[in-house]
């Protein structure tokens, strides 16, 4: 931590305040990493503070869902869904694709956590259509994961099956044994449903 009260306090001498803002969010990451939330957060929030006096879009992003994730990690998840959609709004203003795509994601898993099932599945899909976009399909896999996780969980079983059979075929292409895992097991717990949803209808 001296390094970085040092590498502050150089920064405040020389009057830069960007450099100012790199270290409180690289302090906010370091003290997320150890679990020091309530430190963490008033890093982002100076971080934050910083962007917004100067401008910064992309900073004001970064901070936004740093603070957003730090929420997650605290279920508190409707604080996080305030983050993300704040980050949001920015990222739309900078027309940044990725950004927007991973803030989606983050949102949709923070709106499942909260039991608002639809507006997840509508966040997910926005994720994956600009990762598809994009053509990132190591994300289109496991965005198209977590959708059948939710339909699995919340709707009829075969719904799910596009989203399983769509990540397996870009899994396939890949050839990395990570993802194919990943959506196989998926595959496993839509056989446990279907199972379970037929019993139920009989």
């Known amino acids: 931590m001296n390094y970085y009260s040092e590498s ?24 997320t990493e150890q679990e020091d939330y309530d430190d963490a957060i008033e890093a982002f929030e100076e971080t934050l503070d910083i962007a917004e006096r100067l401008g910064d879009l992309r900073a004001i992003t970064n901070a936004l869902e740093n ?22 709004e920015a990222s739309r203003k900078m027309g940044d694709k990725r950004i927007i795509a991973a803030t989606q994601n983050n949102m949709g898993k923070a709106l499942n956590a909260l039991g608002r099932y639809m507006q997840a599945q509508g966040s997910f899909q ?22 059948a996780s939710i339909i699995l969980s919340h ?35 839509y056989a446990i449903y279907q199972k379970d949803y037929h019993d139920a209808a009989i």
């Open 8 to 31: 502050t306090e150089i920064f405040r001498a020389i009057g830069d305040i960007t450099g100012i803002a790199i270290i409180y969010n690289n302090l906010g990451l370091l003290y």
């Open 67 to 88: 603070l957003g994730n730090v929420a997650m990690q605290q279920e508190n998840y409707q604080q996080s869904v305030n983050y993300y959609e704040k980050s949001l």
């Open 126 to 147: 926005s994720a994956l259509d600009l990762y598809a976009e994009m053509g990132d399909q190591p994300a289109v896999i496991n965005v198209e994961c977590q959708l």
């Open 155 to 189: 709707d009829e079983p075969q719904n799910a099956l596009p989203h399983l059979q769509n990540a397996l075929d870009i899994a396939a292409q890949l050839e990395q044994k990570n993802h194919l895992w990943g959506v196989l097991l998926g595959f496993v717990d």
